[in-house]
């Protein structure tokens, strides 16, 4: 079984200040998404990494996959309330993806 | 697009009952998900149907579960007889192919009392 593990789990902060959440695992994967989720609603992909290395810019927000493809982290510049939610890292894995638990933001104004 | 579509939201039934959730995914898409969704588990992969044939349904929780999709453009997923511990969030998702991002209907919402 592929496990994903997050940190932290929950994150409470100011709106302006800056965060880093962590995806671990002791598997590799061929990919790497990304998803948030807010409440009452399903999980909205952010970003998708693949190469070993890679790291993507949306906005405010960095994805970086692991030299190994093994890990991933998530790094917000000046969090906004508007990010708030539950942020999901999945790999792909047999055609199907295995979630982390994730860790839910909180941006307090 | 409207995105993949899931029905009922809610649904509160008493044990024992039998449950049908419906999932509508997006046009064209040829992989569907079933993810149960809890805060002690997280998202829980149940099956996952490939040009509507069931490809791997290890996750299923045992023989109360059934998901059929007769056709590209709808999946149920029944649960008889129900029980409390199925209390979950259950979410239908669809994909282009693997490796594409998955877009996730708003969920079921299922309290079984």
């Known amino acids: 079984t592929q496990l994903l593990e997050q940190s932290p789990q929950f994150l409470s902060i100011q709106e302006g200040e800056n965060l880093t959440v962590y995806c671990n695992s002791s598997?590799?994967?061929?990919?790497l998404q990304w998803y948030r989720q807010e409440p009452g609603e399903g999980p909205v992909l952010l970003v998708t990494?693949?190469?070993?290395?890679e790291v993507k810019k949306l906005k405010r927000l960095t994805f970086q996959f692991g030299d190994a493809r093994k890990d991933s982290s998530l790094h917000i510049t000046a969090a906004q309330p508007g990010d708030t939610g539950l942020y999901l890292c999945a790999g792909e894995g047999y055609s199907t993806l295995t979630f982390g638990k994730g860790t839910m933001l909180l941006v307090s104004p | 697009d409207a995105g993949v579509i899931q029905s009922p939201r809610h649904e509160v039934t008493e044990m024992g009952q039998e449950v049908t959730l419906r999932c509508k995914p997006i046009?064209?898409?040829?992989?569907l998900f079933w993810y149960r969704q809890t805060m002690m588990r997280g998202l829980e992969l149940l099956i996952y149907f490939n040009n509507n044939v069931p490809i791997d349904d290890s996750g299923m929780p045992e023989d109360r579960f059934s998901a059929k999709m007769p056709n590209a453009s709808f999946s149920t997923l029944k649960i008889q007889p129900s029980e409390p511990r199925d209390s979950a969030v259950y979410f239908c998702a669809s994909s282009l192919a693997a490796g594409f991002g998955y877009t996730f209907g708003s969920g079921t919402r299922l309290t079984v009392v």
């Open positions: 598997s590799v994967f061929s990919s």
């Open positions: 046009s064209g898409h040829n992989s």
């Open positions: 990494v693949v190469t070993g290395g």
